[in-house]
């Protein structure tokens, strides 16, 4: 539990220098670019996956359940809501942490134990500038397209259960999926997906850092960090769904 907690402390420190850091020339735009494609197109073939069997199993495990009461109509909004409002960004997070913030722990922690990161300081060049800035950004960026792109594949996946069912048509289906759609339901789906951007890519930059030990240090600071990245999500996500609900309910 000690150690929980110094992780804890060490990571809030770790994260709010970001804000510091950030605004500070030269700006690292080759390596933010070459991050931003790292993060989110390497990440969409994962998400496409994700994306398309979130909304098919959803479907089909609700439309029997709605159609004893009658109500399969009611299906396309049922999704519409669950999807955007909670299950897409959640679930694209947890997927992205398990394939970035492990893949930026890696990295870092191996640069940390054959001394690349000492060599960045004696050459006068900020560590966290120059590797965790450019990430954190990426990150912020990447994670709220990848889950608007999840969101609409997860829509879409839900219509073909409703297509081939015959239960209803395109243009049917995309009324009522948009008609039951509300600020309070696509505002607080697109603002935690920052804050889980954040986490991801901030999580694994700090045990990166941390890493020690050689290669079996690197494996730990994978590990560590999809771990610690995950359950930061599950705990940032109940705080914002309190937040939105004190805010749009």
Do not use: C
């Not at 998400?47 to 609700?62: D, E, F, R, Y």
């Not at 990161?117 to 965790?132: G, H, I, K, N, T």
């Not at 997860?154 to 008609?179: D, E, K, N, P, R």
């Amino acid at each position: 539990m000690k150690r929980f907690l110094e992780h804890i402390y060490d990571l809030t420190a770790f994260a709010l220098r970001f804000f510091k850091e950030v605004f500070r020339p030269p700006y690292e735009f080759g390596e933010f670019a070459g991050h931003l494609e790292n993060f989110g197109s390497r990440s969409f073939p994962l998400v496409s996956v994700i994306g398309l069997l979130m909304g098919l199993i959803l479907a089909l495990q609700t439309k029997p359940t709605l159609a004893r009461f009658g109500a399969e109509s009611f299906l396309p909004a049922m999704v519409a809501i669950s999807v955007i409002r909670e299950l897409g960004p959640v679930i694209t997070a947890l997927v992205v942490a398990g394939r970035v913030a492990s893949g930026i722990g890696a990295e870092i922690g191996s640069m940390r134990v054959t001394e690349q990161v000492d060599a960045l300081e004696v050459s006068s060049v900020d560590p966290y500038r120059f590797l965790v800035v450019p990430r954190v950004l990426a990150g912020v960026i990447a994670l709220p397209l990848l889950t608007a792109y999840a969101d609409l594949l997860g829509i879409m996946g839900a219509f073909a259960v409703m297509f081939v069912s015959g239960g209803m048509g395109w243009q049917l289906f995309m009324t009522s999926t948009i008609t039951s759609l509300s600020i309070a339901d696509i505002i607080p789906g697109i603002a935690k997906t920052f804050f889980f951007g954040f986490i991801i890519s901030t999580v694994g930059s700090y045990f990166g850092f941390k890493a020690s030990g050689g290669t079996e240090g690197v494996g730990k600071a994978a590990t560590s960090a999809v771990v610690f990245a995950s359950f930061l999500i599950l705990i940032t996500d109940f705080v914002l769904v309190k937040v939105g609900i004190l805010l749009f309910e």
